[in-house]
């Protein structure tokens, strides 16, 4: 037990420092600095980062795990004002919580050839709640100018003592130098986990700790001229790729007192959630809802007639508050009365809906795009739940919290590779949460030329499954005068008239938009000819894959089918001089297909393309395959017909 742990610690914590780069001492040259030399792309950089963990004891609580942090910043340009703002992320649970402390800063500026100081106020530290277990402590440092340099150091104080939180060695920005260090008492068995692509060789060393009264193993990095991490195209969520260290205590050994084991399997979360009175007991509550419910079902035996209805119904009856987490916030009950609540809210009241209904269903724990892939299981390792339901003898999953989801149609939120399904008793099994359905783009459009280079078209375009829902999503944020003024931008500064869309609430069809478009300098023409690409607006432009190699997934998040049908009237006067030759290629197993086939038919070009990729994901092996395909594709679709006079 950690309190036994804790009897055996001195009762005085003794806070021992010491810093090579002294907070406060920043030098003319730093500020003087205009880039970064190695990167000079770099809107900014860390010339320190520092961050040092231990525990300490304290008689009143016990044990607790502090971290330092120290992180001076060089703001090189505008862009990179956003580094003058730190977000400090705190848990809580129950009557224990997390608390920022001790924070100070300043912002460093050169005038002439004075530095100039501006101290962070504590009027400009703001706390906030994020969710039922999330706090957040929050700052911006006053003052910044490009050429600034903003220094801030803080102390979280964790009554958590197993939750280490990740090691985080690489940024948006280059790192200059790096300090690291993680010091665990002897007592504490724990697995040590490296992310990245960092070469990382840690220092380890044991020794003793005067306030503890005990030995520790101190594990230490030190890193220099670390580069920026660099997003790239198709990529879930970059941060799982990110290099740093985890930290996961195993167990707590007392030779001759005690062994705990705190190392979990996935089944043991998925146990412990299931036990929580916030999940496992909103599940079995049904009376609040149940004389509703009933008249929504009156006429439903088939049970994809009724999954269909219950969800539509809860998604009507409960908005949701953007708070995500796996347990109740309020309750059900209170949800459902009040109309609003968390993911966990909505989505166990769906669950027990259906099995009311006698619609077999079970929660899934899932960790959503944002919170990242866990490493290892942890409690924190999810922060969000959905639903599935076994119906004919497949699951099926579902999601209330958006009011455009159907089943297996999820916000994209939610796919990230597997969630983790739990049924009676706390039992669970891994499940799959990416489509397999294809997700098309179909635009049917009949172009007319102008002498003046400009074209008119009709347009038809239609989305089904996830870009359906992206639409959807999009098209009901704002205003439709917003929405087409984006669409115009998107699609080359084209303007649109006579504009209508049909089954916007319709969830069972697709979403299919009509609207005639108007477009300059949409070809040219030169000496007498006309030159033109035949794909107009539609054609990719670039290559979204630049990098020599990369080291992570290609992420689309669901399967999808592009198909294009263009015809274009030959002007009256011209003939076809050159059409593209016909062109098909596809990927290794089957995995993604481009056919581009184009003719001409008495008075008109007809132009008929596909692309499709046939899984959501593909492994880091398939890049540079996969990046000469879109090379190809550019290239194919960059081509001109030629239009001569007869």
């Known amino acids: 037990m950690i309190r036994i742990l804790t009897i055996l610690i001195a009762l005085v914590s003794v806070h021992m420092q010491g810093q090579d780069l002294k907070f406060g001492k920043v030098s003319k040259e730093e500020l003087l600095e205009t880039t970064y030399a190695k990167d000079t792309s770099a809107p900014a950089a ?65 005038e002439g050839d004075k530095v100039i100081e501006t101290k962070l106020d504590k009027g400009s530290i703001f706390k906030s709640k994020q969710s039922k277990n999330r706090n957040q402590v929050k700052f911006t440092m006053p003052n910044v100018k490009a050429g600034s340099v903003v220094e801030y150091q803080y102390k979280i104080t964790s009554p958590f003592v197993q ?31 490296q992310k990245g692509f960092l070469l990382l060789a840690p220092k380890v060393d044991q020794n003793r700790d005067a306030s503890l009264g005990m030995e520790v193993t101190k594990v230490s990095y030190n890193l220099q001229d670390i580069p920026a991490l ?38 043991d979360v998925a146990k412990t959630v299931y036990e929580y009175s916030s999940f496992g007991d909103e599940m079995k509550k049904s009376n609040y809802f149940e004389e509703e419910l009933n008249m929504v079902l009156q006429g439903a035996s088939d049970p994809h007639e009724k999954a269909k209805r219950i969800l539509a119904f809860v998604k009507e009856k409960v908005k949701w508050n953007s708070f995500v987490g796996y347990t109740s916030d309020e309750g059900t009950k209170k949800a459902y009365k009040e109309g609003t609540g968390n993911c966990a809210d909505i989505n166990l009241m769906l669950v027990s809906m259906l099995n009311h209904a006698n619609v077999p269903a079970y929660p899934v724990l899932v960790s959503t795009r944002d919170n990242g892939i866990p490493l290892f299981p942890t409690l924190q390792g999810y922060n969000y739940v959905i639903a599935v339901s076994k119906i004919n003898g497949e699951y099926h999953l579902f999601d209330a919290t958006n009011a455009f989801s159907t089943m297996d149609i999820l916000p994209t939120r939610t796919l990230n590779w597997y ?46 499954n996830h870009n359906a829902l992206v639409f959807r999503n999009r098209y009901n944020k704002g205003t439709e005068e917003s929405f087409l003024g984006n669409l115009e931008k998107e699609m080359g500064d084209i303007e649109i008239s006579e504009y209508n869309m049909q089954n916007n609430l319709n969830l069972d069809k697709p979403i299919v938009q009509n609207f005639n478009f108007y477009k300059e300098d949409a070809f040219e023409s030169i000496s007498g000819k006309l030159y033109l690409s035949p794909m107009f607006h539609l054609a990719m432009g670039e290559n979204p894959f630049k990098s020599e190699k990369r080291e992570y997934p290609i992420d689309y998040g669901f399967p999808w089918e592009d198909k294009y049908l263009i015809t274009i009237n030959i002007p009256e006067g011209y003939k076809v001089e050159h059409l593209p030759e016909p062109f098909a290629m596809v990927l290794p197993d089957n995995l993604g297909q481009f056919k581009y086939n184009i003719s001409t038919n008495q008075n008109f070009i007809n132009v008929r393309v596909e692309m499709r990729m046939n899984t959501a994901i593909f492994p880091p092996s398939y890049y540079l395959g996969l990046k000469e395909f879109y090379r190809q594709v550019v290239e194919k679709e960059s081509e001109k017909v030629v239009l001569s006079r007869i």
């Not at 990110?242 to 089944?267: A, C, H, M």
């Not at 039992?427 to 459009?445: C, F, G, H, V």
Request: hydrophobic share 30%; aromatic share 12%.
């Open 46 to 110: 860390y010339l320190l980062k520092k961050r040092q963990s231990y525990y300490t004891y304290n008689s009143a609580i016990g044990l607790e795990l502090v971290t330092e942090v120290h992180e001076r910043i060089k703001i090189y340009n505008a862009d990179g004002f956003d580094y003058a703002t730190k977000a400090i992320n705190l848990y809580e649970s129950g009557a224990s919580d997390e608390k920022a402390t001790s924070i100070k800063g300043y912002t460093y500026t050169l």
């Open 163 to 193: 939750s280490i939180d990740e090691f985080v060695f690489q940024h948006f920005v280059p790192i200059k130098r790096l300090e690291a260090e993680m010091r665990i008492p002897e007592y504490f068995k724990f697995n040590q986990r």
């Open 230 to 267: 660099k997003n790239e195209s198709f990529v879930s969520n970059i941060i799982n790729f990110r290099s740093g260290v985890t930290f996961e205590i195993k167990s707590l050994e007392i030779p001759g007192s005690t062994y705990d084991v705190y190392s979990k399997t996935w089944d």
């Open 419 to 464: 969630g983790r399904m739990i049924s009676e008793n706390g039992n669970s099994e891994e499940i799959d949460l990416m489509p397999k359905k294809s997700s098309m783009d179909a635009i049917t459009m009949t172009v007319e030329l102008n002498e003046d280079g400009s074209m008119e078209a009709k347009c038809r375009q239609q989305y089904t």
